[in-house]
């Protein structure tokens, strides 16, 4: 079963993408395009529902669909897309989603797990072979930042606050 | 100047720590060098032609002497004894060891120095007018609000990791010194009718393959909303800026493919949009790094006559390598790392431990670097010149030639650089040996050229009265000579004269060019209003009068 690092712990997935064969009524993910093609079969889903976005889908368009959905996943297909960064910071800031946001993707490497965590991922379903431990150390590589940032990374002292969003 | 707190001294030791971990990873085969390459980057560190290359920050310009010492030492142990200053204020050393690096970020860590977003795609050193706080012209001081910009940029979650690199420049007076008009982000200081501080900013600046003018997106940015407005440009270009194709990706493509108007009304909604959760940036925060930067104690003197009975190298050195003050008394000095059979832009270990110290003494501890790839001594006293004079001449340091033909820059070049098509250290040996005549020079005053070894136009050359291009012809180096660009004041990309030239023929084509200057100019006009009165041309005609090799 893979183990995913969720809220700096690290856990057996509950979750299924589609394509893993998941049973009626299970956690499932599936890809914004596949929502958009049968609406129907996912407003009648039994278990819980996320989305998968892919780097170029816009956020925006999801904001109906959010009350619905216990996750949202982002894709980052490379270590140098950083579009998903943005698309994570407006998921929580702007439309205000609360449900678990998962970072997903071969991007996602431990030397990124920090900068995933301050812009609101409170998931991080790490690139294969990408090892477990060492990204939750990562999440502690820094105990100070300049910016403001989401409370999964617990920081001592940051110099620009943000407003309460 | 700045002087870190306990936050800044912690984020830098842990991000040598980080790197120090990413290199154990890299050399123990744990991430391939296409994993490492973008970490390694936002730490300052090429892979070069024959060597790693590592660039140091030097935020805005600003050295203290122990830093300048630092890097003097830095260069000495890790490196051949010198390195380079760029164009964008920064340190390069050419030659150090990849294990090394490291260490060498530890040193500076001790010294409040780093090497940090230096390369890769990511916000870069935010650059500034060599002369802030000085400037007789100055609305208002930029490096404060260029150390703010330093922070909130600094390692930011959402901006670590854009479609390509982009750069900053924050300038405070009229007269254009930071070449703001060619970065991603130019901010030009303002006052209101109120008298509040604020930023014109202009966004899609640039130069490389596609040189682009920067455009207006906003004349007046009051000063709260700085970060804001940037974090709204960043998304916007974060989101939408293309990531398909490298040459496509830098903020000025997406500028032009939107057209002005459109980019700003993205970025205007963005900015409503983000109000609420938008970084703030408080008055007192402000008020803290303006703190940093108020005047020297300054004497009271009078200005006086500091040439008076002193030799003519002295008064020319006066002339050409020193500025006015706002301060009575005072004036600015060049260091000039522009002396003929010299690399513009290297300094030796020995010359920044010597300046270091020659800092300590006359100019309150110190040191500027600037676009042009020399140093400055901000603050020296009038009767202080002459020993200071002295000091530099003895170094080496004083070459008469500030803003004259042979105070060039040029990128590294084939010498160093990976990516060059063409050397530039030789060609610039060349011209220097044919225009060693100072009062040759002289006569043809204020003459900006500017050369590089590849498009990617790390030397400028689009902006550059006289631009040099480095150009691979089937093997051999080549060179295209443009004429017209300007990135003061008046900021204009200059037009290709012809076909290129071969490299022994760069310093005939440029001499044939002034000399068509000289018989065409009236009386006081400098090179530049010439050519912008006559046009091209008679300089093209000029240039190749008697050139049969051109091909």
Not at chain 2, 23 to 31: D, I, Q, S
Not at chain 2, 474 to 481: K, L
Request: hydrophobic share 40%; charged share 30%.
């Amino acid at each position: 079963m893979r183990r995913i690092l969720r809220r700096r712990e690290i856990v057996a997935d509950d979750w299924r993408h589609l394509g893993e064969g998941a049973e009626e009524g299970s956690a499932l993910i599936v890809p914004l395009v596949e929502l958009r093609k049968d609406p129907e079969r996912w407003r009648r889903w039994r278990g819980r529902l996320g989305v998968r976005l892919s780097s170029v889908d816009p956020v925006e368009e999801l904001a109906a669909d959010l009350p619905r959905l216990d996750l949202v996943a982002i894709e980052f297909p490379s270590p140098s897309d950083g579009r998903g960064y943005s698309a994570a910071r407006l998921l929580r800031e702007r439309l205000g989603f609360r449900g678990e946001l998962r970072a997903v993707g071969a991007g996602v490497r431990q030397d990124q797990v920090f900068l995933l965590a301050r812009c609101g991922f409170d998931a991080i379903e790490l690139a294969e072979n990408e090892d477990p431990d060492a990204a939750r150390r990562a999440l502690d590589r820094y105990d100070v930042a300049y910016q403001g940032g989401s409370r999964e990374v617990a920081l001592r002292r940051q110099r620009f606050s943000s407003r309460p969003g | 100047m700045y002087q870190y707190d306990a936050l800044d001294q912690a984020f830098v030791d842990r991000r040598v720590a980080e790197f120090r971990d990413q290199m154990r990873r890299h050399l123990a085969g744990e991430l391939s060098e296409d994993e490492f390459r973008p970490l390694r980057l936002r730490n300052g560190l090429y892979v070069q032609r024959h060597a790693p290359m590592l660039r140091i920050a030097i935020p805005y310009g600003l050295l203290a002497a122990r830093q300048l010492a630092k890097l003097a030492d830095i260069a000495r142990r890790y490196d051949r004894g010198f390195g380079h200053f760029t164009t964008r204020q920064n340190l390069q050393l050419n030659w150090p060891k990849l294990a090394d690096v490291p260490d060498i970020l530890a040193e500076l860590a001790t010294v409040q120095m780093h090497a940090i977003q230096t390369s890769g795609n990511c916000v870069r050193n935010v650059t500034a007018d060599h002369l802030a706080g000085i400037a007789p012209d100055e609305v208002d001081d930029p490096r404060p609000y260029c150390e703010i910009i330093r922070q909130w940029a600094t390692l930011h979650p959402e901006f670590t990791y854009l479609p390509r690199k982009f750069k900053i420049a924050v300038t405070g007076s009229p007269e254009d010194r930071a070449a703001s008009e060619v970065h991603d982000i130019g901010l030009h200081l303002r006052r209101d009718a109120a008298g509040s501080i604020g930023f014109t900013v202009l966004v899609g600046g640039g130069l490389g393959r596609t040189p682009i003018i920067g455009q207006v997106i906003r004349d007046f940015l009051p000063l709260p909303g700085l970060l804001s407005y940037l974090e709204a440009i960043l998304r916007v270009y974060n989101r939408h800026g293309r990531r398909d194709n490298l040459n496509k990706a830098r903020i000025k493509i997406l500028v032009k493919s939107l057209g002005i108007e459109r980019f700003r009304e993205q970025v205007e909604a963005e900015w409503r949009l983000s109000r609420d959760s938008s970084p703030l940036l408080p008055a007192a925060e402000v008020e803290r790094v303006r703190g940093f930067f108020r005047p020297q104690p300054y004497e009271a003197l009078e200005d006086f006559d500091a040439t008076s009975g002193r030799e003519p190298r002295f008064k020319a050195w006066y002339r050409y390598n020193t500025r006015a003050h706002r301060v009575p008394g005072y004036r600015a000095v060049f260091v000039a790392l522009k002396a003929h059979g010299h690399n513009p832009g290297d300094m030796s270990s020995d010359q920044m431990d010597a300046v270091a110290s020659l800092a300590e003494r006359v100019s309150f501890g110190l040191i500027r670097t600037t676009h042009n790839q020399n140093l400055l001594l901000g603050d020296v006293r009038q009767q202080d010149l002459y020993e200071a004079w002295l000091e530099l001449e003895r170094l080496g340091l004083a070459m008469p030639n500030i803003g004259t033909l042979t105070d060039m820059i040029a990128c590294p070049g084939l010498d160093f650089c990976s990516l060059a098509n063409a050397g530039t250290l030789g060609v610039a040996r060349q011209i220097q040996e044919r225009f060693d005549d100072l009062d040759y020079l002289y006569d043809l005053g204020d003459i900006e050229i500017k050369m590089s070894g590849c498009m990617n136009a790390c030397g400028h050359h689009h902006v550059g009265h006289i631009g040099i291009l480095g150009v691979d012809k089937r093997g051999e180096e080549w060179y295209q000579i443009s004429l017209g660009g300007s990135a003061n004041g008046f900021t204009a990309l200059g037009e290709v004269i012809g076909p290129s030239v071969p490299k022994s023929e760069v310093a005939s084509t440029i001499e044939r060019i002034v000399e068509a200057y000289r018989a065409l100019r009236a009386d006081g006009e400098r090179f530049i209003d010439t050519l912008r009165r006559v046009g091209l041309e008679p300089f093209r005609e000029g240039a190749y009068a008697t050139h049969p090799a051109a091909a």
